[in-house]
């Protein structure tokens, strides 16, 4: 079964940066698409960015385009978000899970509705 672990939140102000981490197990990064989501109050949760395990390739929403890189360690089976620039409008619980696709044409959807607990960003304006 697939386990997350998400970590690296925090409080910090507009402009500043952090970097999350998502710790997985249960499987082999290299056999998934994995993927960073948020969900602020009051809105749904939306994909905004993901890894092709197997090759690395990476895809973003276009309000983190620019300002977030994903990346994974194989290694330690841990995909990683840098958030550069943030914005209060990032401010969000942010969950990493397994994508069901991960190109850029499409949306950055979950393959099911299993969550971890997530980690909070605010971002102070």
């Known amino acids: 079964q697939l386990h997350f672990v998400e970590s690296g939140g925090g409080l910090v102000q507009s402009g500043g940066s952090l970097r999350l981490s998502c710790a997985a197990s249960?499987?082999?990064?290299?056999?998934?698409?994995i993927g960073w989501f948020r969900q602020s109050p009051g809105k749904e949760r939306e994909g905004v960015s993901c890894?092709?395990?197997?090759?690395?390739?990476?895809f973003y929403s276009d309000p983190v385009k620019d300002r977030f890189a994903i990346y994974s360690d194989n290694a330690k089976n841990t995909v990683y978000l840098q958030m550069e620039r943030l914005k209060p409008g990032d401010t969000a619980v942010y969950y990493c899970?397994?994508?069901?696709?991960?190109?850029?044409?499409?949306?950055?959807?979950?393959?099911?509705?299993?969550w971890g607990q997530g980690t909070q960003v605010t971002v102070s304006s």
């Open positions: 899970a397994a994508a069901v696709l991960c190109v850029g044409w499409a949306p950055i959807r979950p393959s099911s509705d299993s």
């Open positions: 249960g499987f082999n990064l290299n056999d998934y698409y």
């Open positions: 890894i092709n395990g197997r090759d690395g390739s990476a």
